[in-house]
């Protein structure tokens, strides 16, 4: 009775932290970014301008996994505001397949229907054009005599190519790009943005795509060949408003105005090269470039410090830097699978006993539960978004995290209760024993060990599932590690993954002890 009103009481607590967090976050501006780092910076210069002009609580809600989130996450009113690129609007919002290369009518076009269609504004662009290319080894170029994409005709087979994943599948991608161009590569494979410069260097790879405003353009000996037939559209950046969150905070359109046409690409280019190759923090380059400018007059960011080493530094000295944040991003992966998990042995232990008394029910429901465990995990953390009183951040990962938590709860307390020896059980009946009571003081006692065993395996998963949680803005041990994938940065991918892992051990432990106590002596 102790340990069920604890679990209860800590389920309570976190959950009224998550729905707090949630609450107070209606009434700040929410900036959001993609996951790649130029996004992540204009997001985060854009958030020190407008604390610093408006005042206004800014919540910042970076690594959104990819366009169509980010723009559902705008549509809904889950974040506020977003760099956005005119040829991505053009083509993967607007599904727009007609060529287009004419950067204003482009930007004129998308603007209009944004506002029409979504109630979203383009607001005056930052001043460059950040376009898809097509990247390889100078080396490779010079001794196949590539120059141009076109000229990737006639070595197909010779090419092993690794496009980004968004790039893999937007039309504005390979897709596109293969039928402009009558492109049939032999060995076509998706890899995450940021490690594909260091997979071209190494030989792994021949081809992948790049941004044009890469700052790993700068260092590595890649070149982008010319798009002689002109396939990619303009990508001009600006920011994208909802029309609500101008309503209500007329000074937004002001502040950001600031930015406009500040950033040429070759500027563009350099930050991006000071957090990517520099090892330098977004927020850090961002202060800088704002001071530069003459645009950060006030902030809570004035006289900022990289928090961490330099690239050079290793990875003890830049793990001890990096605690206070670490110890944060702790805290928030301990609320995502502690409310997860509480919930789900709150859900799935009562069911698994009624499933062991009413058998006919076993297959849908651990059919429905093993079917859940095969969505990729990505994916159903997104599946979650659109889901009234969920949307993007903890929320949606907690359910997800909960639905994967319950197949192995389920099944273990249904087949604990069905191993109970039935002689055992009668011989509880015949001494005058209730139902309730044979179950409480039997059954449950007996099956302690399995539905342990189930509870362990689901407290590890959610831990492990819950570093993707970075991707819809929910925090924890995944920011590090998804930033780390973008930056190529060991020591960032190791400062989430290490304390994941030991929490994940930790966690296993701490199981284990409890199923010492709540398992009766043999």
Known sequence: MVSRRFGLACLATLTLHVWATSASARDTLVIGSKNFTENRLLAEIMAQLLETRTGLEVERRTNLAGTLLAHSALESGEIDIYPEYTGTGWSVVLGRQAAISDPLRTYLVVAEEYEKRFGIRWLQPFGFSNSYGVAILDSTADRLGIERISDLQAHQSELTVAWSHEFLNREDGYPGLKAAYDLELADVRGMEHGLAYEAIRSGTVDLTDAYTTDGKLLRFPVRVLEDDRDFFPPYDCAPVVRVEALEQHPELAEALAELAFRLPADQMQRLNFQVEE?????????????????????????????????????????????????LERVVEHLILTGAATML?????????VLLSRRRRLVAPFLGASGVIQTIPSLALLAFMIPIPWLGLGARSAIAALFLYAILPILRNTYAGIREVDPETVEAAVGMGLTDAQVLRLVELPLAARTIMAGIRTATVISIGVATLAAFIGAGGLGEPIVTGLQLNDTRLILSGAIPAAALALLADWLMGRIEEVVTPAA
């Open 278 to 326: 520099e090892g330098r923090s977004f927020d850090a380059v961002a202060t800088a470039f704002l001071r530069q400018e003459g645009l950060l007059e006030r902030s809570t960011h004035d006289g900022q410090q990289d928090r961490a080493p330099t690239r050079g530094a290793g990875f003890l000295s830049f793990f001890w830097h990096r605690m206070p944040e670490t």
């Open 344 to 352: 789900a042995i709150l859900a799935a232990v009562p069911l698994g």
